[in-house]
């Protein structure tokens, strides 16, 4: 069934605007109320590693949902990427080693 | 562009390469939509008007499955709850900025440009916060659109052997060294992967967000066991 044309936009519209409203949140208030605490600016320190690796090992451990080490290819996949990211901390050496690398290990195996 | 400032340009080359990852992902958006029903100006609405990849796929997808609009936008909010984070974490770059600057930045704040500007203005007390961060959210805005067109218009051409929305797990891969550059980090991320793998079971995508958080946490407790 294709949804109606104004649902759709009413959707897009109000995912919109509360999208932008959870970004200018701490950026639009941010000098007009008080001060983000310490602890709570030491906390954040930690929020680019923890939202990468939230990202990143669920997209290369599981398949079809529940956790797979043998046979996955995309797993190996991402060994040969994380070695050459490690090495060269290249985001293009990176996308090239573990795209290459997937698709020559479902070529090959 | 000549005339822009220096760390404009300076963004834009640092975020070039990720352009390869967010191209392909926006076939992928592009297409989904069409998929689902929604005409190109839909499709390319829904890009420019929301951009946050992640959520969109899945209202697509749950749009495709029958659900009402409101479970749909509610779906797609709950998945967007990091950019409170992205945000709270950016706020004191932009404390002594006004409303004009903020809310483009605010509107470019998508994983990739948050990542990367975190991980600079982290390293680089003096790189310009304005320019720099548009240098690397213009191009990231520019390449998501045209890669949904592409997807709206002839995503249904992509071999189904070419593994295109891996590049996205690639640019944050590759990202993930700079991030890890002490050992609190270090925990932080291997608890936030953990629980994220752990929690991938619930609803609403909300392993992302609750590896997020646990991944912080963690982080917090490391941080005060080695330098109290």
């Known amino acids: 069934m294709t949804p109606a044309d104004a649902v759709v936009w009413a959707i897009i519209v109000a995912m919109g605007i509360g999208t932008f409203a959870l970004r200018f949140s701490f950026i639009g208030l941010s000098g007009y109320v008080e001060d983000v605490p310490p602890w709570l600016e030491r906390a954040l320190r930690f929020v680019p590693a923890a939202v990468i690796a939230a990202i990143v090992f669920p997209a290369l451990v599981l398949v079809d949902g529940s956790v797979t080490v043998a046979g996955n290819d995309r797993l190996l996949a991402g060994a040969v990427a994380a070695a050459v990211a490690w090495r060269t901390e290249d985001i293009l050496a990176t996308i090239v080693a573990g795209m290459g690398a997937l698709l020559v290990i479902q070529t090959v195996l | ?228």
């Open chain 2, 1 to 228: 562009m000549p005339g822009l400032p220096a760390d404009f340009h300076a963004g834009a080359r640092d975020v070039a390469p990720t352009l390869l990852a967010v191209f392909p992902f926006g076939i992928v958006a592009g297409a989904a939509a069409v998929d689902v029903g929604f005409s190109l100006l839909q499709a390319l609405g829904m890009s420019v008007i929301v951009i946050a990849g992640a959520s969109q796929l899945a209202a697509i997808a749950v749009l495709g499955a029958g659900a009402p609009a409101v479970v749909v936008v509610f779906t797609a909010l709950v998945i967007n709850l990091r950019h409170l984070m992205y945000s709270a974490s950016l706020a004191p770059e932009y404390r002594d900025e006004p409303v004009r600057v903020r809310a483009p930045v605010a509107y470019l704040l998508v994983d990739q440009v948050f990542v990367m500007a975190a991980l600079k203005f982290d390293a680089d007390a003096a790189v310009d916060r304005r320019w720099y961060y548009f240098g690397l959210g213009v191009p990231i805005w520019l390449t998501w659109v045209a890669g949904t067109a592409v997807g709206a218009v002839a995503g249904a051409a992509v071999p189904a052997w070419l593994p295109i929305e891996f590049a996205v797990p690639m640019v944050f891969l590759a990202l993930l060294a700079p991030a890890v550059d002490d050992r609190p980090r270090a925990v932080a991320a291997v608890v936030g992967g953990t629980v994220a793998v752990a929690g991938a079971g619930l609803p609403l995508n909300l392993g992302l967000p609750a590896g997020a958080l646990g991944g912080v946490l963690a982080g917090v407790v490391a941080d005060s066991w080695w330098s109290p």
